[in-house]
């Protein structure tokens, strides 16, 4: 039974982790396209986030997943334990990007409905704050996913 549960937990993982790339991953993609748009372009565009920010939800289900994963594996199986807290810090440290460069410039722009004067370097500020976060959260998952294929069909005796 013990078994069951570690690997429920570790589908659970991974499952998450895909589920908060998605919208990372989305980011990097575009971010090409989009940083050089004029300003009405790029406002236009940018209206389709509205709603997005109910992916926390599972970002947070993640972290905290990949948390219980680490507390449950550490004295078995002490490297995908290892991988497991690695993934829940990566998706944090995308986290502190996002309330750090993200945040403050939906703030300053009332996410993306008002056209302040200096609105470049909040647009540079905001793309390439979500290009760290997708690194930091593909690194996760790549990090999560290690701990899923590890070793945990044969309990240690």
């Known amino acids: 039974m013990p078994q069951l549960k570690v690997r429920s937990l570790k589908m659970l993982a991974l499952v998450l982790g ?4 998605v919208p990372s991953g989305a980011h990097l993609l575009e971010v090409t396209h989009k940083i050089s748009m004029d300003r009405d372009t790029y406002f236009a565009v940018q209206r389709i986030y509205a709603g ?3 992916s926390g939800i599972a970002i947070l289900a993640a972290v905290v997943i990949d948390l219980a ?7 078995q199986e002490p490297s995908a334990a290892f991988s497991a807290l690695l993934s829940a810090g990566l998706i944090i440290v995308g986290l ?3 309330f750090i460069w993200v945040y403050p410039a939906n703030v ?3 996410n993306w409905t008002t056209q302040p004067a200096d609105w ?14 997708a690194i930091a959260t ?3 998952f ?8 590890g070793p945990s069909s044969t309990p240690r005796s």
């Open 69 to 75: 994963l680490f507390f449950r594996l550490r004295g």
């Open 52 to 54: 997005w920010a109910l």
């Open 138 to 140: 593909f690194a996760a």
């Open 120 to 133: 470049e370097p909040l647009r540079r500020q905001w793309e390439y704050g979500h290009v760290a976060i």
């Open 96 to 98: 502190v990007v996002f």
């Open 108 to 110: 300053v722009t009332a």
């Open 18 to 21: 895909a589920l908060i790339l």
């Open 142 to 149: 790549v990090a999560i996913a290690s701990c899923a294929v």
